[in-house]
């Protein structure tokens, strides 16, 4: 009896506990949005990272709830942009990195706000060993790999849509360009959004809204009169400083 209780105390002491996961997939987010805020230049991604990690070291205090609750917030916020966009990126054929790349974010997001959820529902005893805190890492793992086979084995990426392409890149929360001139009325704009985040090509005046997800490549074709028509990113307080005007001739 008491080697058969020995055992069964045992084996859920190598299972990770709620608290344990939340701080490892917290601190994972923190330093990847980081690093990936380096490499693009994206004060939003740098600002949602730095962030994470303050919400992270929060897990210390009061048996972790309010760290765990701003954790969770921004849990749903990156998880919701990066998972959508890997998804769509995977649609759209993309190329393996812009698919794979916020999939790994999205993959740790996901177990990161369950973690939060059971933190702030649990209270202290969020520090017990779980079987399902360490069986969600495992799944959302393996969501990951087969997102990246299927992406290896169908991403191409963007193709031109047409002879004459009006070519715009987002970085930094920012158009390349200021200015596009037309010298047709059947109008072709490639965009790329080498942003963390998702942002917009919006022409309100011609009835254009196209979605940029991150790494994402989208081809817009439209018909417009000769004129000048004013773009801009529709997310809300971004068209303050994403803007531009399409000159059609």
């Given at each position: 009896?008491?080697?058969?209780?020995?055992?069964?105390?045992?084996?859920?002491?190598?299972?990770?506990?709620?608290l344990r996961l939340c701080r490892i997939t917290g601190l994972a987010q923190g330093v990847g949005l980081v690093?990936?805020?380096?490499?693009?230049?994206?004060?939003?991604a740098a600002a949602v990272g730095v962030a994470t990690i303050v919400a992270t070291a929060l897990l210390g205090f009061r048996s972790g709830?309010?760290?765990?609750?701003?954790?969770?917030?921004?849990?749903?916020?990156?998880?919701?942009?990066?998972?959508?966009?890997?998804?769509?990126?995977?649609a759209d054929r993309a190329s393996p990195a812009v698919t794979?790349?916020?999939?790994v974010l999205a993959a740790i997001a996901v177990p990161g706000l369950a973690a939060a959820v059971a933190v702030v529902a649990r209270g202290s005893r969020a520090t017990v060993p779980s079987r399902l805190a360490g069986i969600l890492p495992v799944v959302a793992g393996i969501a990951l790999v087969a997102l990246g086979a299927i992406s290896f084995a169908t991403g191409g990426g963007a193709t031109p849509a047409g002879p004459e392409v009006l070519r715009l890149e987002v970085s930094g929360a920012r158009f390349s360009q200021s200015e596009l001139t037309a010298t047709g009325r059947a109008v072709t704009v490639q965009i790329t959004n080498h942003d963390l985040?998702?942002?917009?090509?919006?022409?309100?005046?011609?009835?254009?809204?196209?979605?940029?997800?991150?790494?994402?490549d989208k081809d817009v074709t439209f018909t417009a009169a000769p004129g000048t028509y004013t773009y801009f990113c529709s997310v809300p307080g971004h068209s303050a400083f994403m803007h531009g005007v399409l000159i059609v001739r």
């Open positions: 009896m008491n080697a058969a209780n020995a055992i069964s105390t045992a084996r859920p002491s190598s299972a990770f506990s709620w690093i990936t805020a380096a490499a693009l230049r994206d004060a939003e709830r309010v760290g765990a609750v701003v954790l969770g917030l921004l849990f749903v916020d990156v998880g919701f942009f990066t998972g959508a966009a890997a998804i769509t990126n995977l794979i790349a916020p999939g985040f998702w942002h917009t090509f919006t022409i309100a005046d011609l009835g254009v809204d196209v979605k940029l997800p991150v790494g994402g």
